[in-house]
C-alpha cells in the first residue's frame, strides 16, 4: 500500500502591506526626534573641534614663519604663493596684508589663477565645440 504523502498547508496570503498604529506612530515620531537630538550633539561636537584646531593652525602659523624666515626665507614667498593661488579672492586679498607676505605675491598668485580661469574656459570651449560637432553629425546620419 502507498503511503499517502502529507500536504503542507497553504500559506495565507498577507492581506493588505504593514500599517502602522497610531501608538506605533507616536513611537516612531519620538525615537526619530531622539536620534535627530543625538547626530544633532554629535555635529556640534565635531564643528566645535575642527574649529579649536583651525584655531591651533591660526595661532601657530606665525611661530611657523618666524622659524621659516631663519632657515629657509625664500621659501616664505612661496608658502604665501601656494596659499594665494587656493583662497577666495576675499581672502587672498586678505592674506596679503599679512606683515610677512611679501611684495610682489600677491600679483603671482593672482596671474596663475587667472591662467588656471582662462586654461579652464578653453577646455569647456573645446569639449563644446566637439559636442556640438557630434550633435551635427548624428543630425546628418538621420
Not at 601657530?60 to 601656494?82: G, I, R, S, Y
Amino acid at each position: 500500500m502507498k503511503k499517502s504523502l502529507s500536504r503542507k498547508p497553504a500559506r495565507k496570503p498577507r492581506s493588505s502591506q504593514f500599517e502602522m498604529t497610531p501608538a506605533m506612530q507616536a513611537r516612531m515620531q519620538k525615537a526619530m526626534v531622539s536620534i535627530g537630538n543625538i547626530a544633532d550633539k554629535q555635529a556640534r561636537k565635531d564643528d566645535k573641534v575642527q574649529r579649536e584646531a583651525r584655531l591651533a593652525i591660526a595661532e601657530t602659523f606665525d611661530a611657523w614663519l618666524d622659524w621659516m624666515e631663519e632657515t629657509a626665507p625664500e621659501q616664505v614667498e612661496d608658502v604665501f604663493f601656494e596659499l594665494g593661488c587656493f583662497a577666495t579672492a576675499t581672502n587672498r586679498r586678505r592674506m596679503f596684508k599679512h606683515a610677512r607676505a611679501l611684495e610682489g605675491v600677491a600679483e603671482r598668485a593672482q596671474e596663475q589663477v587667472d591662467q588656471w580661469k582662462a586654461e579652464e574656459e578653453a577646455a569647456k570651449a573645446v569639449s563644446a565645440g566637439e559636442a556640438q560637432r557630434k550633435s551635427g553629425d548624428a543630425e546628418g546620419y538621420a
